[in-house]
């Protein structure tokens, strides 16, 4: 009240000098100057908090250890007290228009210990023009006490704290409620500037952006300014919906003296609903967003629910009129909605701490020019950090189910027409239809599980889950993308492996009949030499089954199997493959055999076109090599297809070359900025699919000469020696028949089981590891942050040059490390190994309870029980079942037995073989599994080539956590030759130009016109990129050494930077605290 009656009495003599000098309208420095006066004779406590925040804020720059500074150290808390107490803190000092972020950030860190940190607020601002009562309406609404006396005007921004009590905070979760008022928008002190609209803007994007609910303040005298008005508050309100804020806004239309104005100003209500739709979008075509048309595309609004009418607060003129009882009345109804609405609120309440991280991020971001594509904040990078971690989760379960179903689906395939047979039907490719029906309700229900757990993590309240609500389209079409894809791939896997095993089973029928006639020999010698009634020692024997083996062999016939032509399958798919690209790819395709391509190394060399293209405004020999380098990686990764398929030692199968044209397509495709032209689509196709076709060709060829029946009968005749011996000798089998089938038949089974489902297994262990391999920001963070403790310049090169190759190396490494002391692998070869034993065992069981005749049958049944999960050898059964006698019972035991042996025998064989051996080995390469699970969409930054690190697969932008020194990707000066020091984050808010292949200069402000689909934001923190900076100076000579460029001119304050600088802002860049 002292400060009240102080400002009174100056201010009554300088309103008197204003009336005065006002009627000279060419007096304007003194009317200025007199202007000012009044406004700073206003004085209030906010003014001696702003004091108190700029002497603190000065001794921040002294010492530490200054005495100066540790005196000043407790100001903080006291205004903290006085905050807690009720008294208004200024969040924007109203003179500098600026935060002053340390001292109001340690303030509200003070507060958050006084009050308990794990407390919640929610926030209310009030927005509106200049004198419309915004300040009497926060006082009237929670019973406050913002400065409104003395005809003094707010100005900058004052946030105050009011505790909830008990029965409200069970209907609005939180615990305190902030208040902000703000300054009057389009004031006239301010109207004179040129940066006014600039002004109210950043103040409006700020308090709307820290708000629950924003109270859009509109006094009806004033409405010749709502629409200046309103482009400001829709303009804040855009912004806030693409950084992913959501706050809910409410009109109150003051000084309306009709008491049924909300019923009869419904046109009005449409009106203003029409001037919204045109706000957003001139705010929308302003931000180069404008896919927004309607006020609703930005956020929840209903012209009904969403305005206000509140009467005048006095009955007549002032100071002698009476309060208005209406004024109250209303404002009452309007609180009891506000809480309503904040109760209903779907975003959680913050922390305090949050909420000073949040305002921290906001305010940087509203200084710079571009706010949407300069906001960066640290709750929306761990909202977004655990949204993926999430959905990879689930989408690795989906995968994981599938790959489990289709692996057991396989299996029934390979067992179609065998003794192992669960199948009922005897034409395999109904079985291959209904397994392909099974799959379709298997992906359904897989896919809409992922769907459905990404709907219910949306729900949730907790997390600030509502800042990525954007990209919540996204991750759908990401899930939808996934069942897709695993649809395509499962039904491919299955048609081959049906297509395989269908070649093999006349191969298996001949091999059969073959080994039935052997048997009927071998019995008939057995009984020819019985009947001779004499004792024959072993060399007779020996004598007499040459000779019947000699004599049944001319009796087989024994056609040669006629080896496909591989070369002219993988050229039939090439030709289809390059078909669209017209007459040209045909003539190219003509000019060389694919049987004389992949002799050599690829070499690629820019040709025609390209070469007078690159030359203009290129470096040819950097050019030459970026697209040698995709040569490479594409090699490699066909090179890996192809032995990965030779190691299953399977037949050649024609799909194996469409997933290489696929593969190859795919890459081209990511990396199309490069545009090499349709020569080098053609030779690295031709080079690539000439190498496969060798390799296939062998590998049909090996597979041939494994199954010729001729050879398999051969490779078992000392087998069936030893068992024509038993048989005549009439020796017990039991023991020898046990211990063959389980060496013979199972054991490989088991091997082969073990391979199949161990990938899996270390794949989930890796997951485990959430800091490496949860998403691929974390990924990244990794592996910068292992480039940097080794600090090797090679390895730089290797990472910047060759990415992806790099990183499937470096994640080989972090298996092999991880399991390096075999602990780990152990227990999980246990695991699956105990499985498959358990199985039998429990086969065997179940065998016996069916008390089988023979042994046959007892075998046969063993087999039909296990159907489902191991693949026997029918070459291998075949061989056992010959000539065997045993009986069934004994066998049983026999074999129990036997399979405990095995158990051991292959726990020792798993010890002496190494990590490497055993992932060569896995029908699921963990190291491939996670690349493709972390390496996402492949895309690289237009211009550093930094990697995209977004979300999902299906994502509409591509963003890089940490963009590099454009020199890093062997851009230089045209003119010196030096490397470029420019980073994107940097050039993305700068005047500088660009050209590309796509455009000849163009602004690097406006890089979205040439590059729509990425977003790079821009530097607000001048240590985002300190990372690259470090590296970029500590091994600029030999980066230019590399490029065969000239060194960058390297700017001071780089040379500055410590290691440590360096690791701390890879963290800062990644959000990792």
């Not at 909420?355 to 571009?370: D, I, P």
């Not at 049906?498 to 298996?508: L, S």
Request: glycine residues 4%; aromatic residues 10%; neutral net charge.
């Amino acid at each position: 009240m002292n400060l009240d009656n102080l400002s009174r009495e100056k201010l009554s003599d300088l309103r008197e000098q204003y009336k005065r000098k006002c009627k000279d309208s060419e007096k304007k420095e003194e009317i200025k100057d007199i202007d000012k006066q009044l406004s700073n004779s206003s004085l209030g406590t906010e003014h001696f908090f702003r004091e108190m925040g700029q002497i603190y804020e000065a001794s921040l720059s002294l010492p530490e250890t200054s005495p100066s500074r540790q005196q000043l150290k407790h100001l903080p808390k006291l205004c903290a007290e006085l905050l807690r107490d009720g008294f208004p803190l200024e969040l924007v000092d109203g003179d500098a228009s600026n935060i002053p972020l340390r001292w109001v950030s340690d303030v509200l860190a003070q507060l958050s210990d006084l009050v308990s940190p794990q407390n919640k607020i929610l926030v209310v601002t009030v927005l509106g023009v200049q004198s419309t009562g915004k300040s009497t309406l926060l006082n009237t609404m929670f019973g406050v006490q913002f400065a409104v006396s003395s005809g003094r005007c707010t100005r900058g921004a004052f946030m105050l704290l009011l505790r909830i009590n008990e029965d409200v905070k069970k209907v609005l979760n939180c615990d305190f409620m902030v208040i902000i008022d703000t300054e009057g928008l389009k004031s006239p002190e301010l109207a004179q500037l040129d940066d006014s609209y600039e002004h109210d803007n950043e103040l409006a994007t700020l308090v709307v952006g820290l708000s629950d609910i924003t109270i859009i303040n509109i006094a009806m005298e004033n409405s010749t300014e709502m629409k200046d008005i309103l482009q400001i508050v829709v303009h804040a309100f855009l912004r806030m919906k693409e950084v992913g804020k959501k706050p809910k806004c409410q009109f109150v239309h003051q000084n309306v003296s009709d008491v049924s104005a909300h019923e009869k100003n419904s046109r009005d209500r449409k009106i203003l609903f029409q001037q919204l739709n045109e706000m957003t979008q001139a705010a929308a075509k302003m931000e180069k967003k404008e896919e927004y048309k309607s006020f609703t595309d930005v956020m929840e609004y209903s012209p009904d629910t969403g305005n206000w009418y509140v009467p005048g607060l006095w009955n007549g003129n002032p100071p002698m009129a009476p309060v208005n009882a209406g004024y109250s009345e209303a404002v009452y109804e309007f609180k009891k909605n506000i809480i309503q609405l904040l109760g209903s609120c779907k975003s959680s309440a913050n922390k305090i701490l949050d909420f000073t991280e949040w305002m921290t991020s906001l305010w940087r971001a509203v200084k710079h020019e571009n706010f949407i594509f300069s906001f960066r904040n640290s709750l929306v990078a761990d909202a977004y950090m655990r949204l993926c971690t999430e959905f990879n989760k689930w989408e690795w379960e989906f995968k994981k189910d599938m790959y489990t179903w289709v692996t057991n689906a396989e299996t029934r395939i390979s067992n179609f027409g065998t003794a192992a047979t669960t199948s009922e039907t005897s034409d395999i490719r109904k079985l291959l239809m209904d397994l392909k029906t099974e799959a379709c309700l298997v992906l359904s229900n897989g896919e809409t599980k992922l769907v459905d757990n990404l709907t219910q993590y949306f729900t949730q309240t907790e997390g600030h889950v509502c800042l990525v609500e954007r990209y919540k389209a996204d991750f759908e079409n990401s899930a939808k993308s996934l069942g897709k894809e695993m649809k395509s791939s499962v039904f491919h896997q299955l048609e081959a492996a049906a297509d395989i095993r269908q070649g093999q089973t006349e191969v298996d029928r001949i091999k059969q009949d073959h080994t039935k006639e052997i048997e009927k020999a071998v019995c008939a010698l057995i009984d020819e030499c019985r009947k001779r009634n004499v004792q024959m020692t072993d060399d007779e024997l020996d004598k007499e089954f040459e000779k019947m083996w000699n004599e049944t062999l001319k009796k087989l016939s024994f056609s040669e199997q006629k080896a496909t032509d591989v070369f002219s399958s993988v050229s039939h798919y090439l030709r289809m493959n390059l078909s669209h690209k017209g007459s040209h790819a045909h003539q190219l395709l003509n000019q060389k055999k694919l049987r004389d391509c992949g002799l050599e190394p690829f070499k690629y060399t820019a040709e025609g076109y390209v070469k007078r293209r690159l030359r203009k405004f290129f470096n040819l020999q950097d050019y030459t090599m970026a697209v040698q380098n995709l040569a490479d990686s594409i090699i490699d990764a066909c090179t890996q297809f192809v032995t990965e398929k030779q190691e299953r030692k399977t037949n050649y199968h024609e799909t194996y070359i469409q997933d290489i044209l696929h593969m190859i397509d795919e890459r081209l495709q990511n990396n199309q900025d490069l545009n090499p032209g349709t020569e080098f689509e053609v030779s690295l196709k031709q080079h690539i699919c000439g190498a496969a076709a060798r390799h296939f060709q062998k590998m049909h060829e090996d597979f041939l000469q494994v199954n010729d029946p001729y050879r398999c009968l051969t490779k078992n005749k000392e087998k069936f020696r030893a068992d024509f011996k038993d048989v005549f000798h009439e020796r017990d089998q039991c023991q020898k028949k046990a211990e063959e089938f389980t060496n013979q038949c199972l054991k490989p089974a088991v091997e082969d089981f073990l391979n199949r489902f161990l990938g899996t297994s270390i794949v989930d262990e890796m997951l485990k590891i959430q800091d490496k391999f949860g998403t691929r920001m974390s990924l990244q963070f990794s592996i910068l942050q292992d480039l940097l403790s080794q600090g090797k310049f090679e390895k730089y090169v290797s990472y910047i040059s060759s990415y992806e190759e790099y990183v499937k190396n470096w994640i080989l490494d972090q298996i092999e490390n991880h399991f390096s002391d075999g602990s780990k692998m152990s227990e999980f070869e246990d695991q699956h190994l105990q499985s498959s034993i358990s199985s039998i065992n429990d086969a065997i069981k179940k065998a016996k309870m069916k008390n089988s005749s023979s042994l046959k049958t007892f075998v046969e049944n063993i087999c039909k029980l296990l159907g489902d999960k191991l693949v026997i050898s029918q070459d291998a059964l075949g061989a056992f079942m010959i000539l065997n006698t045993a009986d069934p019972e004994q066998f049983a035991h026999c074999l129990t037995v036997s399979l405990s042996e095995m158990g051991q025998a292959l726990k020792e064989q798993f010890k002496e073989s190494d990590i490497q051996r055993k992932q060569n080995k896995l029908h699921l390469k963990p190291q491939t599994e996670l690349f493709n699970r972390l390496i996402g969409c492949g895309k690289q930054c237009p211009f550093c080539k930094a990697p995209c690190d977004a979300g999902g697969t299906n994502h509409e932008e591509h963003q890089a956590s940490l963009h590099r020194p454009i020199g890093l990707g062997r851009y230089r000066w045209f003119m010196t030759g030096k490397l470029s020091t420019d980073i994107c984050s940097s050039l993305v808010n700068s005047n500088v130009n660009f050209s590309c292949d796509k455009t000849l200069f163009h602004p690097y402000k406006c890089y979205r016109e040439i590059f729509p689909d990425w977003k790079i934001v821009s530097d607000v923190s001048l240590e985002a990129s300190d990372y690259w900076k470090y590296v970029m100076t500590k091994f600029n000579d030999r980066f230019a050494k590399e490029y065969n460029a000239k060194p960058a001119k390297i700017p001071k304050v780089w040379k500055d930077i410590k290691l440590k600088q360096a690791e701390e802002s890879l963290k800062v860049s990644f959000f990792i605290k």
